[in-house]
């Protein structure tokens, strides 16, 4: 594809993709190229470097979180609505949680969230920077966990790319796991009942749990108030 054909837009819609598939360590101009059928050279006509494609592309996947009519429910539903499109939209983009730690994300598609997700704070009484607080503690609470989905994600590209098997190599490493925490009368005792998996298991709905508990605590926050 020549480059007075491609569009950013294309070039930042495949860039998900690419990230989406092979992850941070994936993207290059080179294999994103390929992708659109157009030298790497044509891709720098609209994107200043990988980093700066990183940002637009992290910005891009914030469209993709709903923001709930505030006029049609309450403020927890909001909220909660909100953390739950939050934590599937890093579900289904786990390298974006990885590049938050590395670049400075900014844009429409995050401004648009962050203005709404404050205006949800403020609606259930929240002013100035306990609005933010307020926000901040939630996002905060979602991001730490996506946090094992995608370094999950992370491990199992980058032992295929080493050649083992991702799947026999986590296997063994949870039954070395186990083998320590079996030294620990908590860890045992846990690892021995039906209701723990793996070493690294967690209850359902843990998540869910989580949320509803910070958010109890908001709440309390706004009627001591």
């Given at each position: 594809m020549p480059r007075e054909?491609?569009?950013?837009?294309?070039?930042?819609?495949?860039?998900?993709?690419?990230?989406?598939?092979?992850?941070?360590?994936?993207l290059n101009m080179r294999s994103l190229g390929k992708r659109l059928g157009a030298a790497a050279t044509a891709v720098y006509w609209h994107v200043k470097n990988k980093d700066d494609l990183v940002v637009l592309a992290g910005d891009r996947v914030w469209d993709e979180i709903a923001l709930?009519?505030?006029?049609a429910v309450d403020w927890?539903?909001?909220a909660a609505a909100m953390a739950g499109g939050l934590h599937a939209m890093f579900a289904r983009h786990p390298w974006l949680v990885q590049?938050?730690?590395?670049?400075?994300?900014?844009?429409?598609?995050?401004?648009?969230?962050?203005?709404?997700?404050?205006?949800?704070?403020?609606r259930a009484g929240f002013t100035g920077p306990d609005a933010d607080r307020a926000a901040a503690t939630v996002f905060t609470?979602?991001?730490?966990?996506?946090?094992?989905?995608?370094?999950t994600a992370s491990l199992v590209r980058r032992l295929g790319r080493d050649g083992a098997d991702p799947g026999e190599r986590m296997a063994a490493t949870l039954r070395s796991a186990?083998?320590?925490?079996?030294?620990?009368?908590r860890l045992r005792a846990r690892l021995d009942s039906p209701a723990a998996a793996?070493?690294?298991?967690?209850?359902?709905?843990?998540?869910?749990?989580?949320?509803?508990?910070?958010?109890?605590?908001?709440?309390?926050?706004?009627?001591r108030r």
């Open positions: 054909t491609l569009t950013k837009d294309q070039i930042v819609t495949t860039a998900v993709e690419l990230l989406d598939d092979e992850g941070l360590e994936g709930p009519d505030l006029d927890r539903t909001a590049a938050l730690g590395s670049h400075l994300f900014y844009g429409p598609g995050k401004a648009r969230h962050d203005d709404h997700s404050l205006a949800v704070y403020e609470f979602v991001l730490g966990n996506a946090l094992a989905g995608a370094a186990a083998e320590v925490a079996a030294g620990f009368p793996d070493y690294n298991a967690t209850p359902e709905r843990t998540f869910e749990r989580g949320l509803d508990t910070l958010l109890d605590g908001l709440q309390a926050e706004l009627a």
